[in-house]
């Protein structure tokens, strides 16, 4: 106990209710005065305790670390997470970000989200159960392939597109959203195949909780950007709205379009 006892204090001084070099990993909501933010898997790694619990002043270290023992992150990949992350917190120079400053709406959040409404409509970082099963309707059957996620993508995008009069999605944010929604495949499924099982993406989701009593473990291999750069395309792909092939045009000559030509 004696040992204990400066980690403690340091952390009452701090106002902080959790002890993170002491955390057993159990699953608990946040608390009051505890910050969450937009994402469901860093707000579900601080429900975990594998990021703070308290959702602030999270460092490289942290992110590193975090990423690594909850869901078996390379650390080179999650140094460009964390890189891209860090203009989240205003300061300049900034060493760390905390969950809540994910919200600003248009720098790193953006509409269209499968699980929070668009700004626009209200809140743009709480779990929205409405917007989630306008989401999980293009989930048919109990595998998730990446046709049905790049249709649940490009179902929200038109349905903000629509009736959003304030809808922005740029270049950049489609090459962000394509990493979030394959994402959970990323994180339970199957990256080379790009499947994962729906159930577990539907309780992660609805409880921002890593879906263990389901029967998931962390994976062995480690992930890399390649995995995720793999899986990303083959969900870009898939958002296509015609059949063919890419590149199909180049390939072959088109008749005259009978419409305007
Ligand atoms: C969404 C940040 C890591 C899964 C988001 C959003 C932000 C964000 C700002 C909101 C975008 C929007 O408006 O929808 C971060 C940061 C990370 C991180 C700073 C680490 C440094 C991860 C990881 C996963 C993940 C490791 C899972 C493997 C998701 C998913 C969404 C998302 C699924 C989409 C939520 C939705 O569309 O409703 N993230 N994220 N994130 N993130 Fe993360
Ligand atoms: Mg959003």
Redesign the pocket.
């Known amino acids: 106990l004696p040992l204990l006892a400066p980690a403690l204090l340091v952390g009452q001084v701090l106002g902080q209710t959790h002890d993170i070099s002491r955390d057993d990993h159990a699953w608990a909501p946040a608390g009051p005065g505890d910050f969450r933010?937009?994402?469901?898997?860093?707000n579900t790694?601080a429900n975990h305790g594998f990021i703070q619990r308290d959702g602030r002043n999270?460092t490289r270290e942290n992110?590193v670390n975090g990423?690594r023992d909850g869901?078996n992150?390379n650390p080179t990949l999650?140094n460009i997470?964390?890189d891209?992350?860090i203009i989240?917190n205003p300061e300049p120079n900034a060493t760390y970000?905390t969950l809540d400053q994910?919200?600003k709406h248009n720098l790193?959040?953006?509409?269209?989200?499968?699980?929070?409404s668009d700004a626009y409509f209200g809140n743009?970082?709480v779990?929205n159960q409405t917007?989630?099963d306008e989401?999980r309707k293009w989930w048919q059957g109990p595998i998730i392939t990446a046709s049905m996620l790049a249709n649940s993508k490009v179902a929200?995008q038109l349905s903000s597109k629509a009736f959003n009069p304030t809808y922005v999605f740029t270049l950049v944010t489609e090459e962000?959203?394509l990493?979030?929604?394959v994402?959970?495949v990323?994180?339970f499924g199957d990256t080379e195949n790009v499947i994962v099982n729906r159930t577990l993406v539907e309780y992660f989701?609805e409880n921002e909780r890593l879906p263990t009593e389901l029967g998931w473990t962390r994976r062995e291999d480690a992930v890399s950007l390649e995995t995720i750069l793999h899986a990303t395309d083959t969900i870009r792909n898939a958002t296509r709205l015609y059949t063919e092939p890419i590149n199909s045009l180049s390939k072959r000559k088109l008749g005259r379009n009978p419409h305007f030509g």
């Open positions: 933010g937009p994402c469901p898997m860093m790694l999270i992110a990423l869901l992150f999650s997470m964390f891209q992350a989240a970000f994910l919200n790193l959040e953006h509409d269209a989200s499968l699980s929070r743009n970082h779990f917007v989630f989401t929200r962000f959203s990493g979030e929604v994402a959970p990323i994180a989701f």
